[in-house]
C-alpha cells in the first residue's frame, strides 16, 4: 500500500493519498486549499500512482478545501457522505460503500454529528490480509477528542442532536479492532476539537479506546453534557469558509 500525508501544522490539518503499487490506482482524502491541487496531482506522480477519486469525509468550516480545484483538474467528481448539501453534483456514499484500487478496499462508514454528511474511511490491504489496516476518521473520532457538533451554524436544539448523532458514530468506530491505525482529519491546535485534542496526528483504536476521554463514556446524555460544556469559540470565518467550501449557489 502507498500511504502519503500532507498536513498543515499550522491549522493542524491532516489529508492523505493513498494507491495500490500493482494497479497504480489511488486516491486523495480532504486535499487542503493550502497545499494546492497541484501539490496533490505531482506527489501522486512521483509515487507512480493515479488519482482516481477525490474524497471529502465532511464539508469543511476551518478551512478552505483545494477538493473542487483538485477534481476539476482530473476531470472526477468528488465523492462526499451521501447527505451533503453542497452547490454542485458530486458521487454520494453511504454505509457500505467500496472504493476499490486494486488490493486496497476502502470502505464508508457514516459518522454523523460533526456534519451530518460526515464520514469515516476504513482501509483494507487485501493483499495483507482482511482486518482493517486503518481508518480515516474525518472530524469524528480524534487523537484524545472528539469532533464538535456546532460549527454549522445551528441553534442549540440542533447542536444536541448533532451531539448525539456524534456519540453513536463514535461507539460504531470502536467497533474496530484495537490493532487498526486512527487518523483523523485534525489534530493539534485545531479549533474542530475539543480542549483535550492531542498534538499526536494519528493513534490506533485501541489507545483511544482506552485513553480517549469521550469514548469510555457509554451514557448518550452524559456524552452531550459533556461535549457541550467544553466547547470552544468557533474558527474565526467558520460560516464563510463552509460556504465557500459548500460551491457556488445553484442559478
Known amino acids: 500500500m502507498i500511504w502519503k500525508e500532507i498536513r498543515d501544522e499550522n491549522l493542524g490539518c491532516n489529508s492523505f493519498l493513498l494507491g495500490d503499487e500493482v494497479s497504480g490506482k489511488g486516491l486523495v482524502v480532504d486535499p487542503l486549499g ?3 491541487a497541484m501539490e496533490y496531482i505531482l506527489t501522486a506522480q512521483d ?6 477519486h477525490v474524497v471529502e ?16 483538474n482530473l476531470g472526477i467528481k468528488i465523492t462526499f457522505g451521501k ?3 453542497v452547490n454542485f453534483d458530486y458521487v454520494p456514499v453511504e454505509d457500505g460503500s467500496l472504493i476499490s484500487l486494486g488490493s486496497i478496499e476502502v ?36 487523537v484524545g477528542d472528539v469532533g464538535r457538533p456546532d460549527l454549522n451554524d445551528a441553534d442549540d436544539e440542533i447542536i444536541r442532536k448533532y451531539s448525539e448523532k456524534q456519540f453513536h458514530s ?14 483523523p482529519a485534525h489534530y493539534g491546535a485545531s479549533p474542530c476539537g475539543g480542549l483535550f485534542m492531542s498534538k499526536k496526528p494519528s ?4 489507545y483511544e479506546r482506552r485513553y480517549n476521554v469521550f469514548t469510555a463514556i457509554k451514557d448518550k446524555g452524559l456524552f452531550v453534557e459533556k461535549q457541550i460544556k467544553l466547547l470552544k469559540p468557533p474558527p474565526e470565518e467558520a ?11 445553484k442559478e
Do not use: C, W, Y
Not at 469525509?57 to 483545494?66: G, L, M, P, V
Not at 493513534?203 to 485501541?206: E, K, L, V, Y
Not at 460560516?239 to 449557489?249: F, K
Open 57 to 72: 469525509t465532511h464539508i469543511h468550516a476551518d478551512h478552505r478545501s483545494a477538493a473542487k480545484e483538485l477534481a476539476g
Open 34 to 36: 493550502s497545499a494546492g
Open 170 to 183: 463514535i461507539q460504531k468506530i470502536m467497533k474496530l479492532p484495537d490493532f487498526t491505525e486512527l487518523h
Open 203 to 206: 493513534s490506533t483504536i485501541g
Open 239 to 249: 460560516i464563510a469558509i463552509r460556504a465557500e467550501n459548500l460551491g457556488p449557489i
Open 47 to 52: 509515487l507512480g500512482i493515479s488519482i482516481e
Open 107 to 142: 470502505e464508508v462508514m457514516e459518522t454523523p454529528g460533526h456534519t451530518m454528511e460526515s464520514i469515516s474511511l476504513v482501509v483494507r490491504d487485501r493483499h495483507r490480509g482482511d482486518e482493517p489496516i486503518l481508518v480515516m476518521s474525518g472530524d469524528s473520532l480524534f
Open 83 to 85: 447527505n451533503a448539501q
